[in-house]
Nanobody, 128 residues
Framework: QVQLVESGGGLVQAGNSLRLSCTAS????????LSWFRQTLGKEREFVAA????????YYGDVVKGRFTMSRDNAKNTVDLQMNDLKPEDTAVYYC?????????????????????WGQGTRVTVSS
């Protein structure tokens, strides 16, 4: 098992930046693939960013590419999401997720079904 706790959400004006952090406890952090998703009321959870347990590329959703940066620190058991040039449409609850190592992960990283553990979410509100 692994427990995930997100932090860093809040209210910010459009054009500004915010940094989210997800801290993990339980099993060794480095063995998990990690991602960020977001969700607004009445909509499905949307893929934001992901990195496989093996490292390498970081994948981003089209709507955040070029503005958001994901990073992980295995020594600190944290994964961060730096969000720049925020827009009102970025308003959502942001979730951190972790997945056991899987050979199919790189085909499914954008799918919520690929993940085994979820945090409780942190709310981000971007005002215009």
């Amino acid at each position: 098992q692994v427990q995930l706790v997100e932090s860093g959400g809040g209210l910010v004006q459009a054009g500004n930046s915010l940094r989210l952090s997800c801290t993990a406890s339980g099993r060794p952090f480095s063995s998990f693939s990690l991602s960020w998703f977001r969700q607004t009321l009445g909509k499905e959870r949307e893929f934001v960013a992901a990195i496989a347990w093996s490292g390498g590329n970081i994948y981003y959703g089209d709507v955040v590419k070029g503005r958001f940066t994901m990073s992980r620190d295995n020594a600190k058991n944290t994964v961060d999401l730096q969000m720049n040039d925020l827009k009102p449409e970025d308003t959502a609850v942001y979730y951190c997720a972790a997945a056991h190592p899987s050979p199919s992960y790189l085909r499914n990283y954008y799918d919520t079904g690929a993940y085994d553990f979820w945090g409780q979410g942190t709310r981000v509100t971007v005002s215009s």
